[in-house]
């Protein structure tokens, strides 16, 4: 029954799309359509009107249907799929411990087999935009892309600038090769459809203060981003504070580092300076509520953010991709964390993480300009929701409903650059099952050998633990 719809919306365009509803920027309008050709939205409108501008156009229903931008994720590590779930239970800066060793085990095609496996977790779960922050795997970060556009995601694609010796960092002059490295990527995906060149540091001390400026210069020239991890971790924050006497995000503003060209990954542990500082400065966050609560110190104050103008989006950094449940744990989050305590039965509503779920996140890693609206001009990257279910159907304000009832199941179709690139959660295409399948097996292999400690066992072995000290005690 649903054949002949896939057919028509896998056509190469233009087409005409008439869904039940659209969502603008203003909200959820009924009796509007678009037109998608070459990859972008030609024309957003009432359908009546573009079933009259575009007569040559056989128009595709798709009632019952919501048409919305497609999710960002603003901060991904697409190599670091193998090894998702080694994170469950530990406690935080886990990179040392588990990410550092499994990426390092990666060979091109482990690497391009993780990556395209979380793309496929991405697309499944309505994003079509993720900024990988860079992989460690010692391969050439055109496997990473080669993975993203193979998949068919957009991809804000970062390489790792990282040139400070020793795991505190050395304050010493930049290394030449790393900014050669630098400028070079950032020119090598110059015209690419889906790969947009991002520069990445892992962590502040991670580089020398001269690389730090150098890559934030170079990024504003070139309208990218880079993307860093900042106040994360409270080991973090106070390594900065021994070595610089100042916090990482104020050591970032004195060396010339915040500014529109940076993401600033988590940003969970700050000060009232240093929100305003990011107010001031137009440095963007990434906003990753899930991976604050599976593995780290603090949730960041996102509402505080909003209210104070901070640029933010919203990001899974390679929790779980399922943009529906990300917009639910960030309202969910600052509800927990802030909301009970000061009577915010709100915490921004339903529209704030729609909003930072899409354009937010597109503004946040550059490409607020390309994508993140359903917008004349604007990249087609979409979803059509259906809100014909149980959850959706009896709409009484649908942006709440979507961030708390809404999830992947309910997505019928994903489109990047105006091409099917998910049906019913699976891609068009190519062959997902047989990717799982063979990720399983790589994965297997490059996590027994990469040497990952681990400090709480497995949940069946930590219950069996659990199970003999209860009855030791009773003995």
């Not at 070459?38 to 957003?44: K, S």
């Not at 991809?155 to 790792?160: H, M, Q």
């Not at 490409?367 to 917008?375: K, S």
Request: hydrophobic fraction near 45%; charge should be negative.
């Amino acid at each position: 029954m649903n054949r002949p719809a896939r057919d028509a919306l896998a056509h190469p365009g233009p087409i005409l799309l008439v869904p039940g509803s659209v969502l603008l920027p203003e909200g959820p309008v009924d009796g509007w359509a678009v037109v998608v050709d070459d990859g972008r939205f030609a024309a957003v409108g009432p359908a009546d009107e573009l079933a009259r501008s575009h007569p040559h156009l056989d128009a595709v229903p798709m009632p019952g249907h919501l048409l919305m931008p497609g999710f960002v994720d603003a901060h991904h590590h697409l190599t670091q799929s193998f090894g998702a779930a080694l994170a469950f239970g530990e406690p935080s800066e886990i990179f040392r411990r588990v990410w550092v060793p499994l990426e390092g085990a990666l060979d091109e095609e482990s690497a391009y087999t993780a990556a395209k496996l979380a793309a496929l977790e991405a697309l499944r779960g309505g994003f079509t935009t993720v900024a990988d922050a860079g992989t460690r795997a010692d391969v050439d970060v055109d496997v990473v892309a080669s993975a993203a556009r193979d998949a068919g995601i957009r991809c804000v694609l970062g390489l790792v600038c990282n040139d400070a010796d020793g795991p505190d960092g050395q304050d010493g002059t930049a290394d030449p090769a790393v900014l050669e490295s630098a400028e070079k990527h950032l020119a090598r995906w110059t015209g690419d459809a889906l790969v947009h060149p991002s520069l990445a540091v892992s962590i502040p001390e991670a580089a020398t203060e001269p690389t730090l400026r150098a890559t934030a210069r170079m990024a504003a020239e070139a309208g990218a981003v880079v993307q860093i991890h900042v106040n994360e971790h409270l080991a973090g924050v106070e390594r900065s504070l021994v070595r610089h006497g100042l916090r990482p995000l104020e050591h970032l503003h004195r060396v010339g580092a915040l500014g529109p060209q940076l993401l600033a990954a988590h940003a969970t542990l700050l000060t009232p300076r240093e929100l305003t500082l990011l107010a001031d400065t137009g440095t963007a966050v990434s906003y990753n509520p899930v991976a604050s609560a599976w593995k780290g110190n603090a949730v960041a104050p996102a509402t505080a953010m909003a209210e104070r103008g901070v640029r933010f989006g919203t990001g899974t950094d390679g929790t779980r991709g399922d943009g529906f449940r990300l917009a639910d744990a960030a309202e969910f989050a600052q509800r927990l964390a802030y909301g009970l305590a000061t009577g915010d039965s709100s915490c921004g509503a339903g529209w704030t993480w729609l909003e930072r779920g899409t354009h937010g996140g597109a503004d946040a890693v550059g490409l607020g300009a390309v994508t993140g609206t359903v917008e004349r001009g604007k990249a087609a990257d979409f979803l059509l929701v259906d809100v014909d279910t149980p959850e959706l159907a009896l709409s009484w304000d649908l942006p709440w409903e979507l961030v708390r009832r809404g999830n992947r199941d309910q997505i019928t179709a994903v489109f990047v650059a105006g091409s099917l690139r998910m049906w019913q959660g699976r891609p068009t295409g190519w062959d997902g099952a047989a990717l799982v399948e063979r990720a399983a097996g790589l994965a297997r292999a490059a996590v027994a050998g990469a040497g990952v400690t681990r400090v709480h066992p497995t949940s069946t072995a930590a219950r069996a633990l659990d199970r003999g000290r209860k009855g030791s005690a009773r003995r």
